[in-house]
């Protein structure tokens, strides 16, 4: 396993906890670095424009980096009767999911 830096290792700890399923289909994929590293990449950048740019408070960037980037968790079951009704603002828990959205931030 390579070395991380300290975001990084937050970011994967927290997908290892709250999206088992990600993770793995990360790996599967043989993603797993290169998602890892985008993110990483796209949360100390919105950190740096929150704070640097925007003159926010650290705690008030770092919550709302917090918030793009580390989704809610993902359901336990894997029963649909046990699951939420889909709605147009839950989050998509799939790596293709996942994908779209650090390429969707890349252009804002």
């Given at each position: 396993?390579?070395?991380?830096?300290?975001?990084?290792?937050?970011?994967?700890?927290h997908w290892s906890r709250?999206?088992?399923?990600?993770?793995?289909?990360?790996?599967?994929?043989?993603?797993?670095?290169?998602?890892?590293?985008?993110?990483?990449?796209?949360?100390?950048?919105?950190?740096?424009?929150?704070?640097?740019?925007?003159?926010?408070?650290?705690?008030?960037?770092?919550?709302?980096?917090?918030?793009?980037?580390?989704?809610?968790?993902?359901?336990?079951?894997?029963?649909?009767?046990?699951?939420?009704?889909?709605?147009?603002?839950?989050?998509?828990?799939?790596?293709?999911?996942?994908?779209?959205?650090?390429?969707?931030?890349?252009?804002?």
């Open positions: 396993m390579p070395d991380r830096d300290l975001l990084s290792s937050l970011i994967l700890e709250y999206h088992p399923s990600m993770l793995a289909q990360l790996k599967e994929q043989n993603l797993l670095e290169e998602v890892l590293q985008e993110t990483a990449d796209q949360f100390a950048d919105l950190l740096y424009q929150a704070v640097s740019v925007r003159k926010m408070e650290h705690h008030q960037a770092w919550e709302l980096a917090v918030s793009e980037f580390l989704l809610p968790e993902e359901p336990l079951s894997t029963n649909p009767n046990a699951l939420p009704p889909e709605t147009s603002t839950s989050p998509t828990l799939t790596v293709s999911g996942w994908v779209e959205r650090m390429r969707r931030r890349k252009t804002i």
